[in-house]
């Protein structure tokens, strides 16, 4: 069974930063495009960066781009989503989405929560 397991989430104060790393097992990783979205209190579900399956490319929103950097590690089979900069708006459960081209399978993990607060 695919797992994809999110962990780094916590509390922090504005202006601080966090790294989510999402953990990835059952999965052929280097075929995969990688993706952090977030889903806050009461509203939908967000994209919020991409990395390919080569890694040679990224994508952001625009509400992060500049502040929050994706990276993976195909031999370690994480992604990781480094965040700084961090805004109360932020604050939301972050979930790590994996997607083949090729197959056609997609995953979601389970989500991490992370709250930016003074």
């Known amino acids: 069974q695919v797992q994809l397991v999110e962990s780094g989430g916590g509390l922090v104060q504005p202006g601080g930063s966090l790294r989510l790393s999402c953990r990835t097992s059952?999965?052929?990783?280097?075929?995969?495009?990688m993706s952090w979205y977030r889903q806050a209190p009461g509203k939908e579900r967000e994209f919020i960066a991409l990395?390919?399956?080569?890694?040679?490319?990224?994508n952001y929103a625009d509400s992060v781009k500049g502040r929050f950097a994706i990276s993976r590690d195909n031999a370690k089979n994480t992604v990781s989503l480094q965040m700084n900069s961090l805004k109360p708006e932020d604050t939301a459960v972050y979930y790590c989405?994996?997607?083949?081209?090729?197959?056609?399978?997609?995953?979601w993990g389970q989500g991490t929560q992370v709250t930016v607060s003074s």
């Open positions: 989405y994996a997607k083949s081209r090729v197959l056609g399978y997609e995953y």
């Open positions: 059952r999965l052929t990783f280097s075929i995969y495009d």
């Open positions: 990395i390919t399956y080569t890694g040679g490319s990224t």
